[in-house]
């Protein structure tokens, strides 16, 4: 069973970019059954998807954060990372790195394994 | 965006009790629809794929249904571990969204 453990600044500052890196253990990364993405709770907003990469480094990302987010893989490491540049308060929440099947050839998407999730907060 | 709509928002149940939860999509997602369970403090857990598909290893009281617009996540005799909140997932289309979730508590 692959696991996923996210990493990162708990503290960011406002306007400043969120880097997040997730380490994957017990399995590659590279697995083409595979897209990695980013998962973020906040309070008054619930659960939203943010993006998702393939171990090539295509991405899709939602909308609403497109022009702020980078999301990237780095074989290598097994690990692949997330940037969100611009911060501000809304961006405070606990942010998970999931696993899900790639679309492209299955369709559904459910997110079967995740991180714990690390705590961030914007603030200055 | 679609939009994923559960209710109740929260229930109050006891131990051996049958539990229902209603999630609705703002417009037909076929049975791209996912179920997860979540305890405080810990990331989401996959409980059910494709409407009514048990992810394996989940325990044969849950089960789903529907198709389209509407669909619903049961638990036949609730357990003390059930407790804790379940969130509706679409995957039709992107963006992928969530319901606000529904928190099942003791009563």
């Known amino acids: 069973q692959p696991q ?30 595979y897209y990695w993405a980013w998962i973020r709770q ?7 998807w943010l993006g998702s990469v393939f171990h090539t480094g295509i991405t899709f990302y939602t909308p609403s954060l497109e022009s ?21 308060a809304a961006d405070s929440a606990l942010y998970f790195c999931a696993r899900h099947l790639n679309p492209t050839v299955f369709g559904i998407v459910p997110f079967d394994y995740w991180g714990r999730g690390i705590l961030i907060t914007v603030s200055s | 965006d679609i939009q994923m709509t559960q209710s109740p928002s929260s229930l109050s149940a006891s131990v051996g009790d049958r539990v229902t939860i209603t999630c609705r999509a703002s417009q037909n997602v076929g049975n791209y629809l996912n179920w997860y369970q979540q305890k405080p403090g810990k990331a989401p857990k996959l409980l059910i794929h494709s409407a009514s598909n048990l992810q394996t290893g989940v325990p044969s009281r849950f089960s789903g249904d529907g198709s389209g617009t509407d669909f619903t996540l049961a638990i036949d005799s609730l357990q003390p571990e059930d407790f804790a909140t379940y969130h509706c997932q679409q995957s039709d289309s992107s963006p992928w969204t969530f319901g606000q979730g529904t928190k099942v508590e003791i009563k």
């Not at chain 1, 990493?7 to 083409?32: A, H, Q, R, Y």
């Not at chain 1, 906040?42 to 939203?48: F, I, V, Y």
């Not at chain 1, 702020?68 to 501000?88: A, C, E, G, K």
């Open chain 1, 68 to 88: 702020r987010l980078t999301l990237s893989v780095d074989t290598s490491m097994n690990q692949f990372s997330l940037r969100l540049h611009s911060v501000t």
């Open chain 1, 42 to 48: 906040s309070p008054g907003k619930g659960l939203e």
């Open chain 1, 4 to 33: 996923l453990q996210e990493s990162g600044p708990g503290l960011v500052k406002p306007s400043e970019t969120l880097s997040l890196t997730c380490n994957v253990s017990g399995g590659s990364i590279s697995d083409t059954t």
